[in-house]
Every structure is written in C-alpha cells, then in structure tokens.
C-alpha cells in the first residue's frame, strides 16, 4: 500500500527559478552542513563540513582518516591547511590587495563610462565547480572557500548551476538538475541547499549526500579563526594568490563586457562618436592588460634570462675549446628561432583570453570589443615581452661570441 510514495510529481520549473533561488540564498544569514562523500571505486567515505557564518566567513573542512583539508575565507583573507602525511601544504593570501591592484582600471571604467555597475564589496562564498575530464574519462569536482565580489550567494553550486545554462526540474520540494552529460544533483527549493550530487564516469560513481544542515544556530565563532601557518609543509601562498587575481580579473572583465558590449553602449551609436568610443574603450583595454600580461608575462622572461645565461657559458666554453666563430654562430642562430617559437607559442595562448566570457556572447558589440582587446594584447606583447626578450637574448649572444 505504499507504492504511491515513491511517485513524486515532476514538473519543469519556470526558467527564471534558479536565480531567484540564488537571491534567496543571498538571504541565508548562516548555516552549517555536514556531507558525506562515497565512490563506487572506494570502500572509504569522506565528510566534508561547510560552516557559513556571513558574507564574510566561511570555512570549509573536507577528507578522512588522518588526511585533512581546512580553509578559510574570513575578512577578506584566504586561507587553506592541508594536514596530509603525503603531501603537507599552507597557504594564505590578503585577497583586499589582489583587487586593489585593478583599482585604477575599476576607476577608469566608472568614470569613462558612467553605466557600469559598481565592483561591489569583497564576499566570502563556497565556491563548487565540477567538470568531466574527457581525457581520463573522469568525473571531477572541487568544494572549497572563495573571495569573490561576484554573486551574493553563499552557495556556489547555485552560481554554477546558473553559469552551465542548467534547466530546474520540480520534483516535490526539490529542484533537479542535470549538466555536461555526467552530474546530477538536487537543490532544495526553500533554501537552495545541495542535497544530493553524483558524477558519473566510465569507471564508476561519486556521491556526494547531505547529513544534516542547522540554519538556526551561528557556527562558533573560533571556527572562523585562522591558525598561524605550521611549520612542515608546502606554502602555496604564490598559488592562492595567482588564483585569486585570476578570479578577480575575470569578473572586472565580465563587467566590463557588460559595459561596452551592451546595446546602446560606447561601441554602438553614429560614425563620429563612435571612432571616441573606440579610443575611450582601446585605452581602458591597454590599462587591463597591462596588469594581466605582466603575471603571465614574468615567468617567461625569468625563464629567458636562465636561457640567455646558460647560452652564454655555452659559447665560451665552445670557443675554449677551438670551436670556429661559423659554428658558435651557426649555434645562435638556432637557439633564437627556438626562443622565437616558443614566444610565437606564448602569444597563440593568450587568445583564448580575448574571447568573450560566458554567457556574453550574444551582446551586440561583443565580437568587436574581444577584436579590439585581442589587438590592444598583442601589442603589449610584441612591446613589453617579445621585443625586448629577443633584444636581451641577441645581446647575451654578441656577449658569449666576444
């Protein structure tokens, strides 16, 4: 006679449901949540504990056995501990500097072009991202603590839901979902909390399960308190930090897209206005990817000058053996056109960051503000790395050739 209870009503939620989940979550003052974590291709399971205590703590502990993971999100600073006997790590990064430093782009944009939206205060989140590695054929995903002045929402399986185009099925007091052909997952549509997420792969399953969630009690507040780094262990501090002004350049550029792409908007308008637009844009374009192109751009020159260096000693110990100036030449020649090639192979890699960001494409002016920044990039590049990088190798050679 119970039969009837596992037939549950499935209905297709109305489009605009999910982001008003994510308002609503917004709303959540705090919560903890206990999940449990299992695979078909393991006998062990792990837990992971989300503790939410505001838009600016979060703190997010995941593993098993001896080896755990703790990190932290707290007034804008991020932090991370991993207590494994394989592998230790620490790290720790003042996420209020890394987007200080775009301060003066952010001021561009808002005075040269009045409609864009301010940058926001810096939050704390939980950040869930999940994706299938065609490669390997594997299912993957990562639960961790964030800095973002992005979403309001605490949730970040919401945020992703939202940036993959996911469609809400209802199904009683759920919200579910499937993406990329691999994961499922089920959201509760009172509070958005996850509830249930499985990713699958040829191999086999993961899933991830709610225990238990408190939304009425605040977790303590030494759970927001970050420890001094250990002694033992990795620091990945430079990691965190890379990830971070990652993190913070694409939403500065997402609004900037937002911006100058949108109907209506600098690039669109008559002839003459449109050729100050233009200027206006390529300007606060050169100003951005000063600052992108200088992280990207350091290992390289590091990795050069080590190149240069070694070519050197190279030649002067060629020519201490006798070796003829056609041969130490000969030798010049070739490592320049591998440098050249490698610097070719640098400069193909940046265009991908010139493409529209998701969920942009279908602003009117997008193709020609990614054409204008594509330009604007290589530019900088060809000035700022690629000329002086070959000049200072061609002068290690006439050093080593003397």
């Given at each position: 006679m119970f039969a009837f209870a596992a037939i549950a009503l499935v209905v297709a939620a109305a489009p605009d449901q999910l982001e008003e989940l994510v308002r609503r979550s917004a709303e959540v003052p705090h919560f903890r949540a206990n999940f449990q974590l299992t695979s078909t291709v393991s006998t062990s399971a792990s837990e992971i504990v989300i503790d939410y205590g505001g838009p600016t703590r979060v703190r997010v502990d995941s593993g098993a056995g001896e080896a755990r993971t703790s990190m932290w999100s707290v007034d804008g600073t991020l932090a991370i501990v991993v207590d494994d006997a394989a592998r230790p790590m620490?790290?720790?990064v003042d996420c209020r500097e890394v987007y200080g430093a775009f301060d003066a782009v952010d001021e561009q944009l808002r005075r040269e072009f009045p409609d864009a939206k301010p940058r926001g205060e810096l939050r704390s989140a939980v950040s869930m991202r999940w994706l299938f590695d065609e490669k390997v054929g594997k299912s993957n995903y990562a639960i961790e603590t964030t800095i973002t002045t992005g979403s309001p929402s605490p949730m970040g399986w919401l945020d992703t839901l939202v940036q993959k185009g996911a469609t809400p099925?209802?199904?009683?007091?759920?919200?579910?979902?499937?993406?990329?052909?691999?994961?499922?997952?089920?959201?509760?549509?009172?509070?958005g909390m996850l509830q249930d997420f499985r990713g699958r792969s040829p191999k086999g399953e993961m899933r991830l399960v709610l225990k238990s969630v408190d939304f009425a009690s605040p977790p303590p507040a030494e759970r927001f308190e970050i420890p001094a780094a250990p002694a033992k262990g990795d620091d990945i501090s430079l990691e965190l930090r890379r990830s971070i002004a990652r993190a913070a350049e694409?939403?500065?550029?997402?609004?900037?897209?937002?911006?100058?792409?949108?109907a209506k908007g600098p690039l669109d308008g008559p002839e003459s206005a449109h050729g100050l637009a233009?200027?206006?844009?390529?300007?606060?374009c050169r100003k951005f990817h000063e600052?992108?192109?200088?992280?990207?751009?350091?290992?390289?020159?590091?990795r050069s000058a080590k190149v240069s260096a070694g070519v050197v000693e190279r030649l002067r110990k060629l020519k201490s053996e006798g070796r003829t100036r056609e041969e130490l030449e000969t030798l010049c020649a070739k490592e320049t056109t591998s440098l050249e090639e490698q610097l070719?192979?640098?400069?193909?890699?940046?265009?991908?960051r010139t493409q529209p960001p998701t969920g942009t494409d279908g602003l009117p002016n997008a193709r020609e503000l990614a054409a204008i920044e594509a330009t604007v990039l290589q530019e900088l590049l060809k000035d700022r790395v690629v000329d002086p990088v070959l000049a200072d190798f061609r002068r290690a050679c006439d050093e080593g050739l003397r």
């Open positions: 620490h790290g720790r099925v209802e199904e009683g007091e759920l919200l579910k979902f499937s993406t990329d052909g691999h994961f499922d997952l089920s959201v509760s549509r009172t509070t694409m939403q500065l550029r997402r609004r900037m897209y937002d911006t100058l792409a949108a233009t200027l206006k844009v390529r300007s606060l600052l992108t192109l200088e992280s990207l751009a350091t290992p390289l020159r590091e070719a192979s640098f400069s193909t890699s940046l265009q991908a």
